[in-house]
């Protein structure tokens, strides 16, 4: 179909406003530094946008903007990690290459439906 999710156009399956910091890089433990992050899901991959009051769900479309980074989430894996972090609602992305991430949304269901629909492109991946 036109909409299909082969071809060139990746399908965007969610974006919104989350706090982010990385704490790893190459596994190799990182200072924190949480800041509002524009965060789209979109394919295989999780992008990360700065400057969040220039995104919308509706307005974003893949290459319009400049990306601040971009994890691939084929083989990545996906914890709760609230002893993590003081902040609640703090879930921990891993890449193969060792990059971590936490992710906080101080809304439960907001940071519930990032993990489910991050898990299900993980698990979509892995079958693959
Ligand atoms: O895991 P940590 O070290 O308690 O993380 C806190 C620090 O990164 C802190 O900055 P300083 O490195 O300047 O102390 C941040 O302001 C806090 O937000 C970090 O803790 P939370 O619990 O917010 O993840």
Not at 48 to 61: E, G, L, R, V
Not at 79 to 104: C, I, P
Request: aromatic residues 8%.
């Amino acid at each position: 179909s036109p909409d299909s999710s082969e071809g060139t156009t990746p399908e965007l399956e969610k974006a919104g406003l989350l706090n982010k910091t990385k704490i790893a890089e190459g596994g190799r433990k990182l200072r924190k530094n949480w800041t509002p992050s524009w965060v789209v899901l979109v394919g295989n991959s999780l992008v990360f946008f700065k400057d969040p009051k220039s995104q919308t769900p509706s307005s974003w479309k893949p290459g319009n903007s400049r990306p601040e980074s971009s994890v691939d989430l084929r083989g990545a894996k996906l914890h709760w990690a609230n002893d993590l972090s003081s902040k609640k609602n703090v879930f921990r992305l891993r890449t193969v290459t060792g990059n971590e991430f936490l992710l906080q949304s101080e809304t439960d269901s907001v940071i519930r439906e990032w993990y489910s629909t991050i898990q299900s492109v993980i698990d979509r991946l892995d079958r693959e």
